[in-house]
């Protein structure tokens, strides 16, 4: 079955910087646009980031735009989140999601933890 | 930029039927998707395409849109449909993705 396994969170201090990976498997990777979506402690689903199967189309929530960069490898079957210039308001768990054709989100990772904090 | 509202809240006796709602403007005309999230848990999609069921969902879980508001109905409510419930729509206007901000159901 699918699987989506998010790493590379952690604690940082803010103004530094984080690359999460996920790694997926038991579907053609290379088919599927891909996101990134955040939950911070105690509230709502906020969409990060998407990138298309091939790569060449991202777009990124407004509060993350111009510090976030997401990418892929889909030799590896793998997909990144470069976090930089973090602040607190980062702080959240991660989810890699897989974009089911037509759009909606139907798979989910368990996701990894980002904590900035000074 | 497109804004979904959700009520925070929505309670229901075991074995009732529990809708939770989805305003955005002209909501009706765009594919709405809804999420279950338990405790501790990642989202799960429910409804995708405003009403289709993905397998493995139980047919008491429904979904309809129309004018400025999306409904997930639940029927025949059990203690394990208590999570967080998420609707969700592409805002092309701005290439985002947007999700409502969450309905916590109770079932009492």
């Known amino acids: 079955q699918v699987q989506l396994v998010e790493s590379g969170g952690g604690v940082v201090q803010p103004g530094r910087s984080l690359r999460l990976s996920c790694a997926a498997s038991?579907?053609?990777?290379?088919?599927?646009?891909m996101n990134w979506v955040r939950q911070a402690p105690g509230k709502g689903l906020e969409w990060v980031a998407l990138?298309?199967?091939?790569?060449?189309?991202?777009y990124y929530a407004d509060s993350v735009k111009g510090r976030f960069t997401i990418s892929r490898d889909n030799s590896k079957k793998t997909l990144y989140l470069q976090m930089n210039s973090l602040s607190v308001e980062d702080t959240a768990l991660y989810y890699c999601?897989?974009?089911?054709?037509?759009?909606?989100?139907?798979?989910w990772g368990r996701g990894t933890q980002v904590t900035v904090s000074s | 930029s497109y804004v979904l509202t959700q009520p925070p809240s929505v309670s229901v006796a075991p074995g009732e039927t529990a809708r939770i709602t989805c305003g955005g403007d002209n909501i009706g005309d765009e594919r709405v998707h809804w999420y279950e999230q338990k405790s501790g848990q990642a989202p799960v999609l429910v409804i995708y395409d405003n009403s289709d069921r993905p397998s493995g969902i139980p047919e008491r879980f429904s979904g309809s849109s129309s004018g400025n508001t999306a409904t997930l109905t639940i029927s025949r409510g059990e203690a394990g449909d208590e999570a967080d419930y998420y609707c969700q729509v592409w805002d092309r206007t701005s290439d985002h993705w947007v999700f409502g901000g969450g309905t916590k159901l109770t079932v009492l």
């Open positions: 999601v897989r974009h089911r054709d037509g759009g909606s989100f139907d798979h």
């Open positions: 038991e579907f053609t990777f290379t088919s599927y646009t």
């Open positions: 990138l298309s199967s091939g790569g060449t189309t991202e």
